[in-house]
């Protein structure tokens, strides 16, 4: 179980944590821009200026298999005492494969993404840091990982970091287009796993309290930079990434992969403009079950039919900037086949509908149509 820190100024627990445990070395996993423009560089050039920083930050926005690979390398080349990641996702999950392959040395870093069970060490202390009131990566023991276009899921308890630090200080100067994505990311991911089949009370607590935060905030956040909308954000995306902690994600996190990695949709844009049209069609599905677990969901919008529902989905997404089709990044429908294609079908197995090729081509197209 991770020891967390929230709240405006919790990144000073950083100074706390490195004389606890007694560190000298520590090897910092950054973004590149975001480290500086956070703010999060200069308060830990201070937090840390007596001890000893390797900085990685040379590696692509989506973590690639070379990545890792180079990482892991400067890593066990540095021999620190303590791993410090800083940024979004993408950062939070290069920082645990990082670790993970550096750990578990001799194993093929193949062998892990088809088979996490062979993970055996689990490597060095880690600090996971949140820059963007998105993925909740930090509260969640899985990594995304890209071999070529193919995106890959490792999934391992010794992924989760020990310390994790929400200081909403970090995301004020976020980029609007990039906090609306990673809230609009934030919040598919409460709602798929509210709708998971391996949802449990736990895991809907969080995605409610998580749904609730969002709906309230999001608009003065990302509009007006409200201060406290913002907090309200970063707290709502790690009850989020604690959700899916326990069920994962299902169909519109599966389906926007291959938006995000061939045509660069960022990810909570793809993931957002999926959702709706897979609440469409999983409804044709005539599934008892899903129609409970969606009235749940619709009540929890404060909305009174599916019809208003979609409204209020794709009234939060204009709100924020964010457009319901894909036109703007070159997604035509003669794409279609390509990403349907990219699907991985095991990864709708916590969808609360079974859905096929068909039916995912029929999402696609209405995506690209709307």
Same mark, same amino acid.
């Given at each position: 179980?991770?020891?967390?820190?929230?709240?405006?100024?919790s990144?000073?627990?950083?100074?706390?944590?490195?004389?606890s445990l007694k560190?000298?070395r520590?090897?910092l996993?950054?973004?590149k821009?975001?480290?500086?423009?956070s703010?999060?560089?200069?308060?830990?050039?201070?937090?840390?200026?007596?001890?000893?920083?390797v900085v990685?930050?040379?590696?692509?926005?989506?973590?690639?298999?070379?990545?890792?690979?180079?990482g892991?390398?400067?890593?066990?080349n540095?021999?620190p005492?303590?791993?410090l990641?800083?940024g979004?996702?993408?950062?939070?999950?290069?920082?645990k494969?990082v670790n993970?392959s +550096?750990?578990n040395?001799g194993?093929?870093f193949?062998?892990i993404?088809?088979n996490?069970?062979?993970i *055996? #060490?689990? &490597?060095? $202390?880690?600090?996971?840091i949140?820059?963007?009131?998105?993925?909740?990566s930090?509260a969640?023991?899985?990594?995304?990982?890209?071999?070529?276009?193919c995106?890959h899921?490792?999934?391992?308890?010794?992924?989760?970091p020990?310390y994790?630090?929400v200081?909403?200080e970090l995301c004020y100067?976020?980029?609007?287009?990039?906090?609306?994505?990673s809230?609009?990311?934030?919040?598919?991911q409460?709602?798929?796993?509210?709708w998971?089949?391996?949802?449990?009370s736990?895991?809907?607590?969080y995605?409610?309290r998580?749904i609730?935060?969002?709906?309230?905030s999001?608009d003065?956040?990302?509009?007006k930079?409200?201060?406290?909308?913002?907090?309200?954000?970063?707290?709502?995306?790690?009850?989020?990434g604690? +959700?899916?902690?326990?069920t994962k994600t299902?169909?519109?996190?599966?389906?926007?992969y291959t938006l995000? *990695? #061939?045509? &660069?949709? $960022?990810?909570?844009?793809?993931?957002?403009?999926?959702?709706i049209?897979?609440?469409?069609?999983?409804?044709?599905k005539?599934?008892?079950r899903?129609?409970?677990i969606?009235?749940?969901?619709?009540?929890l919008?404060?909305c009174?039919?599916?019809?208003?529902?979609e409204?209020?989905?794709?009234?939060?997404?204009?709100?924020c900037?964010l457009s319901?089709n894909?036109?703007?990044?070159?997604?035509t429908?003669?794409d279609t086949d390509?990403?349907?294609k990219g699907v991985n079908?095991?990864?709708?197995?916590?969808?609360?509908v079974?859905?096929?090729?068909e039916d995912?081509t029929?999402?696609?197209k209405?995506v690209?149509?709307?």
């Amino acid at each position: 179980m991770a020891i967390e820190y929230f709240g405006a100024g919790s990144l000073s627990q950083v100074r706390e944590l490195v004389e606890s445990l007694k560190v000298q070395r520590v090897f910092l996993v950054t973004g590149k821009q975001s480290f500086s423009s956070s703010g999060a560089q200069k308060k830990l050039d201070n937090l840390l200026k007596d001890r000893q920083v390797v900085v990685f930050n040379a590696f692509s926005a989506n973590p690639k298999l070379e990545d890792v690979i180079s990482g892991s390398k400067l890593l066990k080349n540095s021999s620190p005492d303590l791993i410090l990641a800083v940024g979004g996702g993408s950062v939070l999950d290069m920082a645990k494969l990082v670790n993970i392959s +550096a750990a578990n040395n001799g194993i093929g870093f193949h062998d892990i993404v088809e088979n996490s069970g062979l993970i *055996s #060490n689990k &490597g060095l $202390p880690m600090v996971a840091i949140s820059t963007t009131a998105g993925s909740g990566s930090q509260a969640t023991h899985f990594a995304v990982v890209y071999i070529g276009k193919c995106k890959h899921s490792v999934a391992h308890n010794y992924l989760l970091p020990d310390y994790l630090i929400v200081d909403q200080e970090l995301c004020y100067h976020t980029p609007k287009k990039i906090a609306a994505s990673s809230a609009m990311d934030a919040l598919s991911q409460a709602v798929e796993s509210y709708w998971s089949i391996y949802a449990n009370s736990e895991s809907r607590q969080y995605a409610t309290r998580a749904i609730g935060l969002i709906l309230e905030s999001i608009d003065l956040a990302i509009n007006k930079n409200d201060k406290e909308s913002i907090g309200n954000l970063s707290l709502a995306a790690h009850f989020s990434g604690k +959700a899916i902690n326990i069920t994962k994600t299902t169909a519109p996190h599966a389906i926007s992969y291959t938006l995000t *990695s #061939n045509f &660069g949709v $960022p990810h909570g844009h793809a993931v957002a403009a999926l959702l709706i049209q897979v609440v469409l069609v999983s409804i044709e599905k005539k599934s008892d079950r899903y129609v409970k677990i969606l009235d749940e969901v619709i009540d929890l919008f404060g909305c009174n039919s599916l019809e208003e529902f979609e409204s209020m989905w794709k009234s939060v997404m204009s709100k924020c900037g964010l457009s319901s089709n894909m036109q703007e990044f070159g997604v035509t429908i003669e794409d279609t086949d390509f990403i349907v294609k990219g699907v991985n079908l095991e990864r709708l197995t916590g969808h609360p509908v079974s859905l096929n090729r068909e039916d995912l081509t029929k999402i696609v197209k209405r995506v690209l149509l709307s």
